[in-house]
């Protein structure tokens, strides 16, 4: 789930930004920030049923509902739900954002992604291996570092071509400021910046999502906004944004 990319969105179509795998414009977090440090886990946790179905949301049910659904407990994410497709669907948590994001551990974020194969195999270990650092207590530039000697040492396997998510829920909150922004899917292949895809101009639905640029997990990600949430419901503000 954080990029500066949505600032510019909101800014120009005078809406507010997003996130996770989450948008925001990135900027060093303050002492006085009421997200300064991690919150008791318990607040980051959901009830199975309620982690379930907002993950879910994430797809439309053509894919959610024969895809694996993954829930957080205290040490990590665990199977709830086995499917049958190859997708995996999943809640991340604010500290997927980017390291300096000021609501890097807003407890009230919520981002449901549902992951294709080819991003199961290649992007989603990263969200878990972050996750469990972040939950066994480890400070920033421990994870940083051990990110790098996963990368180093292909704990993960190298970036498939064609990897994606879906991240279309009504309910997803990607903080104060962005909070349901748009439904949008995001394409992940080599890091590069926003003009080897146009991203970020007057009316092109693609932006540079800054979630991993200056992070150890070797991943470019961009958004292509879309006008409907995963339930089939429009989504208006999105002609909106891409119209500036």
């Not at 590069?192 to 639905?205: E, F, H, K, Q, Y």
Request: overall charge neutral; some cysteine.
């Amino acid at each position: 789930m954080t990029t500066k990319a949505s600032t510019r969105v909101a800014n120009a179509a005078l809406i507010v930004t997003t996130a996770f795998c989450f948008f925001g414009a990135a900027q060093a977090q303050q002492p006085t920030s009421p997200y300064s440090k991690m919150a008791p886990v318990d607040e980051y946790l959901m009830t199975d049923a309620a982690e379930v179905a907002l993950a879910k949301s994430a797809a439309p049910k053509s894919i959610s509902d024969d895809a694996t659904i993954v829930v957080l407990k205290r040490r990590g994410y665990t199977t709830a739900v086995k499917g049958k497709n190859g997708f995996v669907c999943v809640v991340e948590r604010s500290w997927m954002s980017q390291w300096d994001f000021p609501e890097f551990w807003n407890p009230k974020m919520r981002g449901p992604i549902c992951f294709n194969p080819a991003a199961v195999r290649s992007v989603l270990p990263f969200t878990y291996k972050r996750t469990e650092m972040i939950l066994a207590g480890l400070p920033k530039d421990q994870i940083i570092e051990r990110l790098k000697q996963i990368v180093a040492k292909k704990e993960v396997p190298a970036l498939e071509p064609g990897a994606m998510c879906y991240m279309m829920s009504r309910e997803q909150y990607l903080g104060d400021q962005g909070v349901h922004w748009h439904p949008h899917l995001m394409i992940y292949g080599p890091r590069s910046d926003s003009a080897d895809w146009g991203a970020d101009l007057t009316g092109v639905p693609v932006y540079l999502n800054e979630q991993f640029q200056n992070s150890p997990e070797p991943l470019g990600v961009f958004m292509v906004v879309v006008d409907q949430w995963s339930d089939g419901t429009p989504a208006p503000i999105h002609k909106a944004a891409a119209a500036n």
